[in-house]
T-cell receptor
Framework: GAVVSQHPSRVICKSGTSVKIECRSL??????MFWYRQFPKKSLMLMAT?????????EQGVEKDKFLINHASLTLSTLTVTSAHPEDSSFYIC????????FGPGTRLTVL | AQKITQTQPGMFVQEKEAVTLDCTYD???????LFWYKQPSSGEMIFLIY??????QNATEGRYSLNFQKARKSANLVISASQLGDSAMYFC???????????????FGTGTLLAVQP
């Protein structure tokens, strides 16, 4: 299947700082990527749809000013958690692909 | 609104036996796709199998098969000859609509934790 990478795999930051997470499609071009969030022992919740060259589409209840998404190229989407707080600590995972979505390995964010 | 339901929070199975993980769904769209993903403790989401709403036959991928009963709106995953490495969280997911662009987004069930016992 298609390969999707994420970086970093794990990040610990202080409250109030911003954290950028990268999602890359390694062997295909992706005009659309998706960002999900997963709390411990919970399911994946879609946060937003990242659209290459245009604004992201956010799901209801997701603060767009808090979670900035940039999809500047056909192989890269970034999620920036701005002014992170402990409640933003979670597992963030992206996906890309066509009729079958392939997921990156995820990023575990811990905000102290 | 679309919805995915997995009623089994956890399952045990003996090594080498078969196990069925349940999944029911609800959608008003005649065109949709159903997926199963495996999530080991490392966190990565591994694609296992896909079934399209118009597919006539049940999907199979190696030891994985999908028991698709459209009238009942169920898409159960069957794992044959369980292995210790199959121990993981399993998620059922649905894509509503014909694939393409934003419609490729997935809605996930709550997952089933499978433990394979030696």
């Amino acid at each position: 299947g298609a390969v999707v990478s994420q970086h970093p795999s794990r990040v610990i930051c202080k409250s109030g700082t911003s954290v950028k997470i990268e999602c890359r499609s390694l062997d295909f071009q992706a005009t659309t990527m998706f960002w999900y969030r997963q709390f411990p022992k919970k399911s994946l919740m879609l946060m937003a749809t990242s659209n290459e060259g245009s604004k992201a589409t956010y799901e209801q209840g997701v603060e767009k000013d808090k979670f900035l998404i940039n999809h500047a190229s056909l192989t890269l989407s970034t999620l920036t958690v701005t002014s992170a707080h402990p409640e933003d600590s979670s597992f963030y995972i992206c996906s890309a692909g066509g009729s079958t979505q392939y997921f990156g390995p995820g990023t575990r964010l811990t905000v102290l | 609104a679309q919805k995915i339901t997995q009623t089994q929070p956890g399952m045990f199975v003996q090594e080498k036996e078969a196990v069925t993980l349940d999944c029911t769904y609800d959608t008003s769209d005649p065109s949709y796709g159903l997926f199963w993903y495996k999530q080991p403790s490392s966190g990565e989401m591994i694609f296992l199998i896909y079934q399209g709403s118009y597919d006539q036959q049940n999907a199979t991928e190696g030891r994985y098969s999908l028991n698709f009963q459209k009238a009942r709106k169920s898409a159960n995953l069957v794992i044959s000859a369980s292995q210790l490495g199959d121990s993981a969280m399993y998620f059922c997911a649905m894509r509503e609509g014909y694939y393409g662009g934003a419609t490729n987004k997935l809605i996930f069930g709550t997952g089933t934790l499978l433990a394979v016992q030696p």
